[in-house]
Structures are given as structure tokens and as C-alpha cells.
Nanobody, 120 residues
């Protein structure tokens, strides 16, 4: 069973950058779909970016051109590079995994504990 631990959150000024990391444990990881979600206070959790085991990628429209998801299967790690950050990007960011049906955000069933991103 895959376990996920996020890191890299923090506070940054608008226009700045951050890189989030998600370390995954478990031999099943290389075959898993991985994604980043976020949840702002008072709002529902939303999918931000996803990446399949083969490297297919998808993003929510609001982060296109600013965020980049990548994975390094040699390190069992998924990254979210965030550039040109805006105050509306402020949220708790969660790493998520699922074993199949990559390509959409619904259905992720394994979650990390989250890392806070604050943009002022």
C-alpha cells in the first residue's frame, strides 16, 4: 500500500515560486497515477495536476502555464513546480495516488497529510 508524505510548502509573495515534493513508499508506486490537489478555507478540494505512470499529464485550467507536475520514479517522488503564484493559489496542497484510471481527478483514494502554501 502506497504512503505519501508532502513537503516544500511555505509562504511566498505574489509572483514567486515554490516546489512541492511528495515522497511515496511502497513497491507499487511506479505503476500508480499521482496527482496534486488543493483545498482553500471554505472551499472544496480541487484537482490541480495529475501524472500517469507513463508520464501523461493534465492540469486544471487555472494553473496552466504556471504549474508543472513531474515524477522521478528512481526516487519515488512526485513534484509540483509552481511559478507566478497568485494569492488565490493559497491552500493546503495534498498529494494523492490511485492504482488505475489515470487521466481524471475523481477517484483518488490515497492521500498525504498536506502542506500549506500561502501567497500574499
Amino acid at each position: 500500500h502506497v504512503q505519501l508524505v508532502e513537503s516544500g510548502g511555505g509562504s511566498v509573495q505574489a509572483g514567486g515560486s515554490l516546489r512541492l515534493s511528495c515522497a511515496a513508499s511502497g513497491y507499487e508506486y511506479p505503476g500508480y497515477c499521482m496527482a496534486w490537489f488543493r483545498q482553500a478555507p471554505g472551499k472544496e478540494r480541487e484537482g490541480v495536476a495529475g501524472i500517469s505512470s507513463g508520464g501523461s499529464i493534465y492540469y486544471v485550467d487555472s494553473v496552466l502555464g504556471r504549474f508543472t507536475i513531474s515524477r522521478d520514479n528512481t526516487k519515488n517522488t512526485v513534484y509540483l513546480h509552481m511559478n507566478s503564484l497568485k494569492p488565490e493559489d493559497t491552500a493546503m496542497y495534498y498529494c494523492a495516488a490511485r492504482s488505475s484510471n489515470c487521466g481524471s481527478f475523481p477517484g483518488y483514494n490515497t492521500w498525504g497529510q498536506g502542506t500549506q502554501v500561502t501567497v500574499s
